[in-house]
Structures are given as C-alpha cells and as structure tokens.
Nanobody, 128 residues
Framework: QVPLVESGGGLVQPGGSLRLSCTDA?????????IAWFREAPGKEREGVSC????????FYKESVKGRFTISHDKVGKAVTLQMNDLRPEDTGIYYC????????????????????WGRGTQVTVSS
C-alpha cells in the first residue's frame, strides 16, 4: 500500500485555482518530520515546490510559486494541503506528496533525495 495519497488535481484555466491534499493512506494523522510537494512536467525532472516541517510549520517555497501557492497543515482534516492560485500553464504536471521521518534531513532543500516516502501523484493541467 502506498503510504501517502494525493487528491484535488484536475484541469483548470490559466488564472484559476486548485487545492491539493495529502493524506495518510491509513486515515491516521499525518505524523512525519516534514512533508513536501513535488511536481513533474512531461520531459522535465521532478522539482520541489514547497515543504513544511510539521513540528513548527517552518515553510519553504520554490521561487516561482511564492505568493501564489500556500502549503499548510490541516490538523482537523489530517492532511497537508497545497492551495494553488493564479495557476499558469507552466504549473502543469503530476504533483506528488512526499514525506521524511528523519530530523537530520535537508528537507528545506526541496531535493527529492531528502524524502523517502511518496504518493502516486495527482495530475494538474493548466490550459485554456
């Protein structure tokens, strides 16, 4: 069983919004050291978009999404969400949720090798 489950992807016009959610597949509270969102566009490498350290909600964003995307820990919904506003065609890709359990990780680097637990991804398409 895949440990993490992403939801909320879809097709949206430029300038539109989507809200992605990452939940634990068992339905339990998300309980990792840090959670990140990555995306992978066709023909491109997977890149880190945003991350949050859960104990203190220390947050980092990829430069191109600052001011448009917001990551948050929804404790009631037992999820880490990514609110995406003012979407652009270049935001298109498969969005993956990833987690690390290790406090020694360089989670803030938004490098894929720092995260050892992954979901299957959800497709986001921004097109008119």
């Amino acid at each position: 069983q895949v440990p993490l489950v992403e939801s909320g992807g879809g097709l949206v016009q430029p300038g539109g919004s989507l809200r992605l959610s990452c939940t634990d597949a068992s339905g339990a509270e998300i309980d990792y050291y840090a959670i990140a969102w990555f995306r992978e566009a066709p023909g491109k490498e997977r890149e880190g978009v945003s991350c949050i350290r859960l104990r203190d909600e220390n947050i980092f964003y990829k430069e191109s999404v600052k001011g448009r995307f917001t990551i948050s820990h929804d404790k009631v919904g037992k999820a880490v969400t990514l609110q995406m506003n003012d979407l652009r065609p270049e935001d298109t890709g498969i969005y993956y949720c990833a987690a690390t359990e290790f406090g020694t990780s360089y989670y803030y680097s938004l490098q894929a090798q720092e995260y050892e637990i992954w979901g299957r991804g959800t497709q986001v398409t921004v097109s008119s």
